[in-house]
C-alpha cells in the first residue's frame, strides 16, 4: 500500500482532521509533516469532540502508529498537555512516535512572535502567536534546537547558550524585555525529557517499514494551500509548506512514495488572520452570520471568528494542481442547506476589467480582484442524514457536480455533518 496525503485546499480548517480520522481506518501509520500547535484538527466520534493540535488525526484507531514528522515544530509542554489528555480519555498515547529531528519551539519563540505581532501594528499578520514563524526562522538560520538534543544535557545546554546570545541581545535592547535565564529554561525542558524519551524514534525510518511491507501511510497536511510559504498569500501565510509536495521534506518520503491526495475542499471558504481573501463577503452579511453560526466558524485553537466567502474555484483548482489532487473530499455541504441560492466564484475580475481564471502571481492584483459569480440553487432542507449520493436531493448533487466539472477533479467523499459516520462516500472512490 502507498501513501496518501490529506492536504487543505483553501486556508485552512476545511476538515482535515476530520477526513485524516475517516481515512486512517486503513492505515498503520498517520503522520504530521509540518506545522505546528497553531493546527487545531476537531474529530467527532459517536458525539464525543476531541480537538487536537499536534498529535494526528490518526490515533483514534488502537492499530494505527500517530507519528510526528521530522517537518514538525514541537512545544513540548503541549504535546505532553495532548498525551494526558488522550489518555484521560482512555487513548494509549504510548504509540505516538516522535521524530528526533523535529524542531523544538522555545518559550523565547512564543514571545517573538506575540512581539512581531504587536510591533507590526496594523500590519500584523493575525499568526496564533505559538511561535511557530520564529521556530522555523531559527530552524532555516540553523540555531534550532532539536527533539534529539533532549536525549543530550550537555548539547542542549551549548546550543541553547550561543542562541540565547542573539535572542537575549533582541528581546532587551530591541523589546526592552526581561533576559531569558539559560539554566532555568535548560532545567525546564530537562524536566520533561524522561516522558518525551520513549517516543523519540527515527520515524523515517518507520514510515519506511510501513511502506515496504506494503501498508498505507497517512500523511496529515495541517494549514492549506493558501497558507503555504511558497504559494500561499505571502506574508499573509505560516511559515511552513502545507502542501503536498512537502511529505517529502517533512516527513521523509518521496514522489514516487504517494498514490493518493486528497484535496479537502470546504463547501465554502473560511479564513482566520489577516490577508486578501477575494470571495469574503462583506462583516454583517447575513449569508456570512450563517455560516458562521451553522458552520461553527470559530478557531478550534485561538477561537477568533473566521472570516468567511463563498466557494472560491479559482483558488480550489490552483490548489488542486498544485498539490496534483487524486481527489476532493467535500466538507460541510450541510452548512449550506437553509439557503435559497448559491454563489460560486468562477473566476475575477481585475480592476482593468481583465479576467482572470486562475490565481494572479501579482499579490497587488490578488488585493484587488472582485469575484465573479456562478448562482446555483440551493436545496433548503437537512441533509445530515444522508448516507448515499441519491440522499441528497437534486440541488445538493449539482453542487458537487458543478465542482467536479469547474475543477477536472473527482468529489470522492461529501462531509454531511462532523461526525465521522456523517460522510457520504460516492461511487467512484477506491
Ligand atoms: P481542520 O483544521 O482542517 O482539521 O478543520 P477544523 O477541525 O479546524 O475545522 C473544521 C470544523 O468543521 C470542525 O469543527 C469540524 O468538526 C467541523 N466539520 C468537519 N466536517 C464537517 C461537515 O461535513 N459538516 C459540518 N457541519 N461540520 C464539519
Ligand atoms: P489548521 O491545520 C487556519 C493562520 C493564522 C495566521 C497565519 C500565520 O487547523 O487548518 P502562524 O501562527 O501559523 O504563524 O499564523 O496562519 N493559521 C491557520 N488558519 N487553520 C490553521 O491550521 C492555521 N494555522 C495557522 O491564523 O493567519
Ligand atoms: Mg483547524
Redesign the pocket.
Known amino acids: 500500500m502507498p501513501g496518501a496525503v490529506i492536504v487543505?485546499t483553501q486556508w485552512?480548517?476545511?476538515?482535515?482532521?476530520?477526513?485524516?480520522d475517516y481515512l486512517a481506518k486503513e492505515a498503520s501509520l498517520c503522520v504530521r509533516y509540518q506545522g505546528g500547535h497553531n493546527?487545531?484538527?476537531?474529530?467527532?466520534v459517536d458525539g464525543e469532540?476531541f480537538?487536537l493540535q499536534l498529535v494526528p488525526?490518526g490515533v483514534l484507531y488502537p492499530w494505527v502508529v500517530p507519528v510526528i514528522g521530522n517537518g514538525v515544530v514541537v512545544d513540548p509542554e503541549v504535546l505532553l498537555a495532548e498525551l494526558d489528555m488522550l489518555e484521560g480519555r482512555g487513548i494509549d498515547s504510548r504509540r505516538i512516535r516522535l521524530s528526533g529531528n523535529a524542531h523544538l519551539i522555545m518559550p523565547y519563540h512564543q514571545e517573538l512572535d506575540r512581539l512581531n505581532e504587536r510591533y507590526l501594528g496594523k500590519a500584523k499578520l493575525g499568526t496564533t502567536k505559538r511561535g511557530i514563524g520564529p521556530a522555523y526562522a531559527d530552524k532555516a538560520m540553523r540555531v534550532g534546537l532539536r527533539v534529539q538534543d533532549l536525549l543530550d544535557p550537555k548539547i542542549f545546554r551549548e546550543k541553547l547558550d550561543l542562541v540565547l546570545r542573539e535572542k537575549n541581545g533582541v528581546l532587551t535592547k530591541v523589546y526592552n524585555r526581561l533576559p531569558v535565564d539559560a539554566a532555568a529554561l535548560a532545567e525546564q525542558y530537562m524536566a520533561l525529557t524522561p516522558r518525551l524519551e520513549p517516543l523519540i524514534a527515527d520515524t523515517v525510518h518507520l514510515v519506511h517499514q510501513a511502506l515496504d511491507a506494503q501498508q498505507w501511510v497517512l500523511l496529515e497536511g495541517?494549514q492549506?494551500t493558501f497558507l503555504d510559504l511558497d504559494h500561499g498569500t505571502y506574508p499573509f501565510v505560516t511559515s511552513s509548506n502545507p502542501v503536498a509536495g512537502a511529505v517529502g521534506a517533512g516527513a521523509g518520503v518521496g514522489p514516487r512514495d504517494v498514490e493518493r491526495i486528497v484535496g479537502?475542499v470546504?463547501?465554502y471558504t473560511t479564513r482566520v488572520g489577516s490577508g486578501p481573501f477575494p470571495a469574503e463577503l462583506p462583516e454583517g452579511d447575513s449569508v456570512g452570520d450563517l455560516l458562521v453560526e451553522?458552520?461553527?466558524?470559530y478557531?478550534?485553537?485561538t477561537k477568533r471568528r473566521r472570516r468567511t466567502g463563498w466557494l472560491d474555484l479559482v483558488m480550489v483548482k490552483h490548489a488542486l494542481r498544485l498539490n496534483t489532487c487524486t481527489e476532493i473530499a467535500l466538507?460541510?455541504?450541510?452548512?449550506l442547506s437553509p439557503l435559497r441560492e448559491l454563489k460560486v466564484c468562477v473566476a475575477y475580475e481585475g480592476d482593468d476589467g481583465a479576467r482572470y481564471d486562475h490565481v494572479p502571481y501579482h499579490q497587488s492584483v490578488v488585493h484587488k480582484v472582485r469575484p465573479v459569480y456562478e448562482t446555483l440553487p440551493g436545496w433548503g432542507h437537512d441533509i445530515?442524514r444522508a448516507e448515499r449520493l441519491d440522499d441528497l436531493p437534486a440541488e445538493a448533487q449539482q453542487y458537487v457536480r458543478f465542482i467536479e466539472e469547474v475543477a477536472g477533479v473527482a468529489v470522492t467523499f461529501?462531509?454531511?455533518?462532523?461526525g465521522r459516520e456523517?460522510?457520504v462516500v460516492l461511487p467512484r472512490a477506491a
Do not use: C, I, M, Y
Open positions: 487543505g485552512g480548517d476545511e476538515g482535515k482532521g476530520r477526513f485524516t493546527a487545531g484538527h476537531t474529530l467527532v469532540v480537538k488525526s495541517a492549506a479537502v470546504k463547501a451553522r458552520g461553527a466558524e478557531g478550534t485553537n466538507t460541510k455541504l450541510d452548512v445530515e461529501v462531509g454531511v455533518g462532523p456523517q460522510t
